[in-house]
């Protein structure tokens, strides 16, 4: 278990910390059973201990005192050491202990916070250094719908990961390298005689481009073995080659950087490229394992559990994903030292990792024990459907270009404001930040409220409600506590250092406890690599605020306007916390 100072900010965990004693004490010769505490909304308690029945399977019949799960429920509150977080126990059922927690000490957790800063409710985990590979497109074609969710849900898992003091390391594993290099090349060659004068103008749209040079490496015979030739030279290292193959990257990057500027991603590539001069040596590795068989003229691994073996170098010679991902992996967990890697990609290349996960594990790069460390997680996702359920397409059945679509949904945002009479309060600039912060934000949040296992629809008209669970509805929720504050005139932050927090009433109390569960929502969003998790919890934090707290308790001009408005300003703290962990831009003025 963490130190006290460690769990600060996460109620879970100080409470396991108390029940673990208590749990000692009763069976000292269990030192295996963990604590099992969760948050309930029930009427008998804030948390509950579930321990009891599964302790009572495993001691009975060794000769206990206890008479059933009930008896062991009421051990695990008596032996329970005395501390301020609680308010009272009760046990119910089979052996559930409920406890309802001091609204003193939760108001004393709350202005501590406000007082310290919210990353001192910062998750503690286990993993010290993680690389998290996203987002990664192909260069020379289009960044798809496909890429947004992957840039989108994996910029969410590293900046939590990030907040809760693991070292991320950001991978853009981008498509540079391959035989589809050839044919862009000598295309390239036929187009431009003079490379020197190849750029972005003169190519114009790189997904045309590529079409182009695919249609000719498929009708003419000569074309297609030239570009055969130039994926040899590319390799080999000839300037000329490797110069064409530079420009081609360079102005897909310029692409990407578009859409990366416009979702406020940073990533650090290294691209398939990069690998390629490790993959003989980690081929070699593997094969002096024995792992490595002939099999067709192929190199393959063979792995238990799947019908089709694993191909690390084709029966021409040349390498494949397969090579080049276990040659990343083995780079990432070697030179980079990460005891956790994540992939994030679509749900359909599950069996790839799974049999390259497995290929390591028979290498002895990873233990055959996923909960030990280092360890390796695909994070999958589904598909982006368009209203008529099917893949989200253009109508003339082209991918979507996702600078056109983020663009939308800005333009859609800033005809909305326009619509409310923004135009005569605001200025043209502060028209368009939140137009942009709204459109973007509100793109971003309907993907990921969603369990990524599922698909979604895309729906601008859905995504830009300000009704409901949107970005839209959560980003104005916030502009109107900042209002609250603003229209006090009173000095928040001299009132964080004289003020205090009540919780007498039940609204004030209820908002206290959400805003406490903040920092087991954010473990529990990197635990499982589930964005949805901390969505939910923002929805559910504005819900309470707006109708269990705001509804009923005045502020501004009540006597406990001091606490109320300190509430507040917690309250917009962890909205925007939430906000940053999701890759929104908060706004504090609608």
């Known amino acids: 278990m963490a130190t006290e100072e460690e769990n600060v900010g996460n109620v879970k965990r100080q409470l396991a910390k108390l029940f673990e004693v208590s749990l000692r004490t009763i069976v000292p010769d269990e030192p295996e059973v963990e604590p099992v505490v969760v948050a309930c ?78 990353e001192k409710w910062a998750p503690q985990l286990q993993i010290k250094r993680a690389v998290v590979d996203f987002s990664s497109p192909n260069i020379a074609k289009e960044m798809h719908v496909g890429h947004l969710r992957s840039t989108i849900i994996g910029d969410t898992l590293a900046r939590t990961l990030e907040f809760s003091n693991v070292e ?32 972005e103008t003169a190519i114009g749209d790189l997904q045309a481009f590529y079409k182009a040079s695919k249609q000719r490496f498929d009708d003419d015979p000569a074309f297609k073995e030239r570009a055969q030739q130039a994926v040899v030279r590319l390799q080999g ?79 021409d010679g040349g390498y494949n994903y397969a090579s080049t991902d276990l040659t990343a992996l083995w780079y990432r967990l070697n030179e980079e030292k990460a005891d956790w890697i994540i992939y994030v990609t679509d749900v359909g290349q599950q069996q790839h990792f799974d049999m390259f996960f497995k290929a390591a594990k028979r290498a ?71 137009a942009e912060a709204v459109g973007y934000s509100a793109v971003k949040y ?13 729906d601008f008209d859905q995504m830009l409600n300000d009704k409901g669970n949107t970005a839209v509805y959560l980003l104005y929720a916030h502009a109107r506590i900042c209002s609250i504050i603003r229209k006090s005139g009173r000095n928040i932050e ?17 908002l206290g406890l959400h805003l406490l569960q903040f920092s087991e929502n954010v473990e529990e969003t990197c635990t499982n690599l589930l964005p949805n998790v901390l969505c939910e919890y923002l929805y559910n934090l504005s819900e309470v605020f707006t109708k269990k707290f705001y509804s009923n308790c005045q502020v501004v001009g009540s006597p406990e306007e001091t606490s109320r408005l300190l509430l507040c300003e917690a309250t917009a703290i962890v909205m925007r916390k939430c906000f940053n962990l999701l890759g929104i831009e908060p706004v504090y003025k609608i």
């Open 494 to 510: 001299e009132l964080k250092k004289t003020g205090e927090i009540v919780l007498d009433h039940t609204g004030e109390r209820e």
């Open 237 to 315: 290292g000839e300037p000329k080659y490797r110069n064409a193959w530079l420009k081609i990257c360079e102005i897909s990057r310029k692409e990407f950087h578009r859409v990366y500027e416009r979702l406020g991603v940073h990533l650090e590539e290294k691209g398939e490229s990069f690998y390629n001069p490790y993959i003989p040596g980690v081929l070699k590795e593997l094969s002096d394992l024995g792992l490595i068989e002939e099999s067709q003229g192929a190199r393959v691994i063979f792995l238990e559990g799947f019908n089709i073996p694993l191909i690390v170098v084709k029966s």
């Open 168 to 199: 991320v390391l950001r991978r853009n594993h981008v498509g540079d390298w391959g035989t589809q290099f050839g044919m862009l090349i000598e295309f390239l060659f036929e187009k431009f005689p003079n490379i020197e004068e190849v750029n």
């Open 41 to 118: 909304a029930g009427k008998f308690g804030d948390y509950q201990c579930n321990n009891a029945m599964g302790l009572w399977s495993k001691i009975k019949g060794k000769g206990t005192d206890f008479k059933g799960p009930p008896s062991v429920g009421q051990a695990i509150m008596k032996n329970l050491p005395k501390s301020e977080i609680i308010e009272s126990c009760s046990v119910a059922g089979p052996g559930f202990v409920n406890v309802v927690l001091s609204k003193k000490w939760i108001a004393k957790s709350i202005q501590k916070m406000l007082i310290d800063g919210i």
């Open 446 to 458: 309907a993907d990921l409220k969603n369990n990524r296992l599922t698909n979604y629809t895309f």
């Open 364 to 434: 002895g790069w990873l233990p055959t024990d996923d909960a030990l460390k280092p360890k390796v997680t695909h994070v999958g996702f589904g598909l982006v459907l368009g209203e008529d359920g099917k893949r989200f397409r253009t109508r003339s059945s082209e991918v979507v270009r996702l600078v056109d679509l983020l663009d939308e949904a800005k333009d859609r945002s800033k005809t909305a404001l326009l619509e409310r009479g923004k135009a005569e309060e605001w200025t043209e600039k502060e028209l368009d930040q939140t």
